[in-house]
């Protein structure tokens, strides 16, 4: 199969441009996607963070920007700041690599925008990665003009659609010319997403890269059934055991960082937060003062594991499972980079194991344990789903030997006549308890009333 980054359809200096930045061999993602978006055929591709996706959509569209006219020629949308500006990093790279002159601008919420309009008054961007909402509010405002977009990319569809901008979406695709080249990027398809789509992308080129949600072999991973316990004082103990090097902690919500972030300061540790709430001046002084080493400990949501890339993560606790799966793998994917070691850990209550045999079932092993004398040790869990066993409905002696007999061979039909014999001895025993359950009610109501 040739190699799509030598193909000739790409200009001379991104094939250039791909060689300095180590870009050699394709991913598969990029092996299919390329060619597709190359022929500006509409697509919808679901492959997970660490698939290469970023740069199959990325390649063909600064291959399809004309350098010389200075208009909006490519959209590419991302749900959160951080997410987009990690995106506006990569495209630069790869423009710079390339020697392109192209101009790229980065316009998201919860920057300053005076500053973002100033820079486009100045220059008019020919590439324009944005958050919905700000995309939204320049197109509204006549600030920015869609007139010549010849691409739409929609990256991480479906943390689009959790966060509640796809009316945002369809609001820039309305007022995009006929032609313009659609495509979608997601780690999950929802029916609700494929339903929105399906509005306007009649027959889409559907890709599926096969999941790669395997954790890294470097990385060691961790399950701790909390009991009765405080899971905040567990956490600390888990933290201060140790003695990471780094350790990123995972909440599902702004508030329960801030609670998390709180607790663990009054106990006495230095504690860094990243979230969506604060501020962008304040979030980029906090990861330069982790990535300076002036914190042991960073509680965050999810967007940090989506959109942030913080080195040398040597422990990721999942304080609590997320309601989407795959955040687990963004989550544990922080630790055990480059060949080097990584330990993660999560805390679950009994109730939560039936999401663990989810994870599971997506390809990822979890090792069972628990702290004894300052130390994680492994444990058979007492409710393990290979050791669970159910409680069966006690059959009279009678029933019981028609269960001995469906071991046998026996003619057509035999194993549904005894199957249908059991469902009718258990209904029937259902009933007796019902009426059993009945009379006993009455009875007490019966006492109550006697009492008055």
């Given amino acids: 199969m040739n190699n799509i980054f030598k193909d000739e359809q790409l200009k001379p200096a991104i094939r250039t441009g791909l060689t300095k930045i180590d870009f050699t061999e394709p991913t598969k993602v990029q092996e299919k996607v390329i060619p597709i978006l190359l022929a500006h055929k509409n697509a919808v591709v679901q492959a997970v963070t660490g698939s290469g996706k970023t740069h199959s959509f990325l390649i063909p569209v600064l291959n399809d920007i004309a350098s010389e006219t200075h208009y909006t020629q490519a959209i590419l949308t991302a749900p959160s700041r ?5 995106l506006y990093q990569v495209a630069r790279q790869l423009r710079d690599a390339a020697n392109l002159q192209i101009s790229i601008a980065n316009l998201v919420g919860g920057s300053d925008r005076e500053r973002q309009l100033k820079k486009l008054n100045n220059q008019k961007p020919q590439v324009v990665i ?48 006929k ?47 909390i009991g009765s316990k405080s899971r905040k004082r567990l956490l600390y103990q888990l933290l201060t055991m140790g003695q990471p090097y780094l350790a990123l902690i995972f909440a599902n919500t702004k508030q329960n960082v801030d609670e998390l972030t709180q607790y663990l300061q009054e106990e006495g540790l230095k504690v860094a937060k990243i979230h969506g709430g604060i501020t962008e001046r304040e979030r980029k002084r906090t990861l330069r003062e ?30 609590e499972i997320p309601r989407n799966l795959e955040f687990v793998v963004h989550r544990i994917g922080r630790t055990g980079r480059n060949k080097m070691t990584g330990h993660a850990v999560t805390l679950i209550r009994e109730e939560e194991m039936t999401r663990i045999t989810s994870l ?18 492994l ?65 007490q109501r019966k006492k109550r009333r006697d009492r008055k």
């Fill in 179 to 225: 032609n313009t080249t659609l495509a979608a990027f997601s780690a999950t398809i929802p029916v609700k997403l494929s339903n929105f789509l399906r509005k306007y992308m009649a027959k889409p080129e559907q890709i599926v890269i096969d999941n790669p949600l395997v954790i890294s072999p470097t990385v060691k991973n961790d399950l701790i059934d």
């Fill in 379 to 443: 444990r058979k869990h007492y409710h393990r789903r290979d050791t669970v066993k159910f409680s069966s409905h006690t059959l009279d002696p009678n029933m019981k030997g028609f269960v001995k007999k469906t071991k046998k061979k026996r003619k057509p039909g035999y194993k549904k006549k005894i199957k249908r014999a059991i469902q009718q001895d258990k209904a029937q025993k259902n009933k007796i308890e019902q009426r059993h359950k009945m009379r006993k009610e009455k009875a």
């Fill in 82 to 86: 951080e997410l987009a500006e990690q």
């Fill in 360 to 377: 599971e079932q997506m390809g990822i092993h979890f090792d069972f344990v628990e702290i004894k004398n300052g130390e994680l040790v």
């Fill in 290 to 319: 982790v990535e300076n080493g002036q914190y042991q400990y960073v509680v965050a949501t999810d967007l940090a594991a989506r959109g942030l890339d913080i080195d040398g993560v040597s422990l990721v606790v999942n304080y």
């Fill in 130 to 177: 944005a958050t919905p909402g700000r995309l939204h509010d320049f197109v509204e405002k006549k600030i920015l003009y869609l007139d010549y977009v010849k691409d739409l990319i929609i990256d991480e569809a479906d943390m689009t659609l959790d966060m509640g901008f796809l009316s945002d979406i369809d609001f820039i695709i309305q007022r995009l010319p």
